[in-house]
């Protein structure tokens, strides 16, 4: 595991002399405005100053090895259409907890249709038509987790929402994000959409 000095050199590295590439002023607002929005709270002290730093600078935000199971966790789209909701909805509930959301979650055998119940509330994850319209592994990310969003906003404790990037490919991924944070990224014009996360199922 990396300590918080490691980690810290590793953030810092980045602005070594030698490194000719800064960010500019867009980069600076953006990286108050993710650490404004709780991006990195889960962090230390000193390792939040240098997130900020490092995004400041001009590097991707999202950085994985220092958001990983606090705010990012893996969706692979494929083991979810798959038959695998319950099991990463049961990865992704721990993290719930602390913004008042407690998951119950059971596959229902009943249906033709791949069908889960979360809360008490029967989501409809993907229907034999589905694998026609060629995003089954798109749908089965997004669809439970529209329904985690309902039950964040019903819990209001936080206004944290499950968004997706890299919505339905094996190596997609749900951050547990304010959507201000994401409408910070989308705003700033610094990265392709491809590269900013999309709040699951919509308003």
Known sequence: MTSDGEAVRQ??????????????ERHRVLAEALNRYGLWDHLS???????????????????????????????????????????FLRELAPALVRYGVVLEVETVRDTDDYTVSINGTRCVVLRPQDWESGSPWALSTVRPLAVVNRLLAAAGRSTLRAHTLYTGVNEG?????????????????????????ELAGGE
Do not use: I, K, N
């Open 11 to 24: 953030f810092r590295s980045r602005d070594a002399d030698d490194d000719p590439w800064r960010g500019d």
């Open 45 to 87: 002290a000193e390792l939040r100053e240098s997130a900020m730093t490092e995004a400041a600078t001009g590097c991707y935000p999202l950085r994985f090895d220092f958001l990983l199971e606090q705010v990012e966790f893996f969706a692979d789209g494929e083991e979810l259409a798959e038959g695998g909701v319950e099991r």
């Open 173 to 197: 991924l749900v951050l547990l994000m304010d959507p201000r944070a994401v409408g910070a990224m989308r705003a700033s014009g610094l990265f392709p959409e491809h590269e900013v996360p």
